[in-house]
């Protein structure tokens, strides 16, 4: 982990007012910010731990805890709200066997949802690891979940 966080220090030169992307670049790695790399962050930067933490828990974006191979945000703003996202999320924690807000315990998905994606005239929209996804319906839901399923399993078969 050391080599990884001193490369993504060193694309911003080292320069503390790079904090933010350099915390999205090590998420972005390591899928979140787990606290030996903040400890590392904070050394090489020349940062306080406390304001790493600040900074860390301010911006929803970043996450402290393990989060899921396939980070699943689903919109309920208003648009989504009355084109039957409140079904499509109890299917998706039916389905994933896991709430809103949280990651499955492979850490395979982290199922989320957001207040706006601004998206709103291809609601109900979903966005899969950045990839969005428009109009969706339980059935397209249903295949989307299929298809991250397959490839969950071709992950776990090629460790193997």
Known sequence: MEKTIRTIIDRY????GFLVPVLQD???????????ALDLVSSYLDVSLSRIFEVATFYKAFSLTPRGRFQINLCKGTA??????????????RELHIKEGE???DLEYTFETVNCLGACALGPVMVVNEEYHGQMTIAKTSRLLKKLSKESQKSKEGKS
């Open 13 to 16: 030169d080292g320069d503390k």
């Open 26 to 36: 090590v998420q972005k790695e390591l899928n979140y910010l787990p606290r030996e």
């Open 103 to 105: 990651t499955s315990e």
């Open 80 to 93: 989504c709200h009355v084109r039957g996202v409140p079904l499509i999320i109890d299917h998706i924690e």
